[in-house]
């Protein structure tokens, strides 16, 4: 389908080190939309700086300087310094809302309600995370005695962080990763997306704007040119990455010492969803449209394969697929549910699970499944999809879902016991005594278990992880900060309490203060 909106091609050429907007006479790489123009063709958004490995050692260098083994200006500032940094950055971003959105819709296909929501989402995430700082800081603000020992404890930060964000959610993932690591006081080198990276670009002046030279460093090009030989320096002690465990274990082990790296990783998942016969299918179908099928599947926490007890199969299939078939396809910014895919070959990829699936005796349940139209895959409901093709196996990451029945609930945990994945699960049941069981079963497989409800990530506040393949570390408003940031402590025997009360009470240290925030 040809999609009739306008755009002005953006080509951009400046990327942030050492707190300088540096304009890039050299290599640009072009970012093309999803969204093709009448003769089917991808049309032009604009481009960035293709920058080559030395540009990406500088902004290690400007990173590395700042931090000053920790005693740099960032790292060793009071909290409310940090805190004003932040505040004027979020009120230079807030203006920025309706450029990013669009961009949004343009370069990822995010359809505009849930473009938005990402904008907002994030603004409210940093603004969240500003308060919790405060309390992590007043946490920390007194002495504690124990056995004769006065010990105080405050969280701190580790040093400089890598940071490479998602295409999915190239704004909200990003931030809510690189913002809490500043604010501990890191300093931070930040690559974005390859797809959703001009959206980044109208924000590069507030963190200009607002944070110290070297502190946010954002340098645009490719990840193997890039971030490969900044890790190779040895000089990275956080990489925080939103994508997959294969990236992010090549990255760590060209690290000379893998183990002084901090990982903070959102990674790969494959979601079940598990409907028991006594479920209330209208319910179990709503969510597992909106869990399979929000922006086109392209979730870490979307269903990604579904178990459906016999006695209910064939009232919940055709169900879904008539929920699925009433899905709306075409523009975001129409607010259309399915739109184009960004990934160049994903189409394609999304054909190649079908057509093996059904080669392995599944077929396609809903009447549009598989359509396509340009870069847009209408969804493909497979049923009965055998254990021993791709789409089971793999992280499919788009439009096209696995049903499969079950009789015995014991099928069911043994597939989510053998599988690499662990974040979420959700079950269908009405039943207390199952959903009891399920509980039990699953909270030490997963890290997260939706009762009648689709998986996800929200509230911001809840913890966000999970088990095996799919994380390393915790994220929510909370814990990034910790994930962020190490406890280090002052402590000393009783009898030096007169010395402490000095050093306090003459605001000689930063760290050893009892300066409350409010
Ligand atoms: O892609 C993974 C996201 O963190 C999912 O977040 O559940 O809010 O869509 P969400």
Redesign the pocket.
């Known amino acids: 389908m040809t999609i009739q909106q306008q755009t002005k091609v953006i080509d951009h050429t400046h990327f942030l080190i050492d707190g300088k907007l540096e304009a890039w006479k050299g290599a640009k790489a072009q970012v093309w939309s999803p969204i093709t123009d009448d003769e089917g063709e991808r049309v032009l958004l604009g481009s960035t700086p293709d920058l080559p490995s030395e540009e990406g050692m500088k902004a290690l260098e400007a990173a590395k300087s700042a931090y000053d083994h920790g005693r740099g200006a960032w790292p060793t500032a009071p909290a409310a310094d940090r805190i004003a940094a932040m505040e004027k950055f979020i009120e230079l971003m807030v203006p920025k809302r309706d450029e990013v959105v669009n961009l949004l819709m343009w370069e990822i296909c995010k359809k505009r309600s849930d473009a938005e929501k990402e904008f907002d989402r994030t603004v409210t995430y940093l603004q969240e995370t500003i308060d919790e700082y405060k309390n992590l800081h007043r946490e920390g603000s007194h002495i504690m005695s124990v056995d004769g020992t006065l010990a105080q404890i405050r969280r701190g930060p580790i040093g400089v962080v890598l940071c490479l964000g998602?295409f999915?959610?190239p704004l909200n993932?990003t931030f809510c990763v690189l913002l809490p690591a500043l604010l501990m006081g890191n300093t931070v080198v930040f690559k974005p997306a390859k797809y959703g990276v001009l959206l980044i670009t109208p924000l590069l002046e507030a963190f200009a704007e607002s944070f110290p030279p070297g502190v946010v460093n954002i340098i645009f090009g490719r990840g193997r040119t890039l971030a490969s030989p900044i890790m190779q320096t040895g000089h990275i002690d956080v990489l925080a990455l939103i994508g997959n465990s294969k990236s992010s274990n090549a990255l760590i082990s060209q690290h000379p010492k893998p183990n002084r790296v901090r990982q903070v990783l959102?990674l790969e998942a494959k979601n079940p969803a598990v409907i028991f016969p006594d479920a209330d299918i209208d319910l179990a179908v709503k969510e597992c449209v909106k869990g399979a099928w929000s922006f086109n599947g392209q979730?870490?926490?979307a269903l990604k394969v579904i178990y459906v007890h016999k006695d209910v199969r064939d009232e919940f299939l055709s169900a879904f697929a008539a929920a699925t078939d009433a899905l709306k396809w075409g523009s975001p910014f129409e607010n259309s549910d399915i739109t184009p895919l960004p990934e160049v070959g994903k189409v394609g990829y999304m054909q190649d699970y079908v057509n093996e699936a059904v080669e392995a005796g599944a077929r396609v349940v809903n009447e549009r499944g598989g359509q396509v139209d340009g870069n847009c895959f209408f969804p493909a409901i497979l049923h009965p999809v055998s254990r021993d093709t791709t789409i089971f196996k793999e992280e499919q990451f788009g439009p096209v879902c696995p049903v499969l029945d079950f009789e015995d609930f014991e099928e069911v945990l043994t597939d989510i016991a053998e599988s690499d994945y662990g974040q979420q699960v959700s079950i269908f049941t009405r039943d207390a005594q199952i959903a009891g069981q399920c509980i039990d079963h699953m909270v030490n497989q997963v890290c997260r278990v939706n009762i009648n409800a689709s998986c996800?990530?929200?509230p911001d506040t809840l913890p966000?992880t999970g088990r095996k393949d799919s994380a390393v570390a915790t994220l929510s408003v909370k814990a990034a900060l910790r994930s962020f940031s190490i406890r280090t402590l002052v402590a000393c025997s009783a009898d030096q309490q007169g010395l402490v009360e000095e050093v306090i009470a003459g605001g000689h240290s930063s760290f050893s203060s009892m300066n409350y925030l409010l």
């Open positions: 998602p999915n959610y993932e959102g979730r870490c926490t996800q990530r929200g966000f």
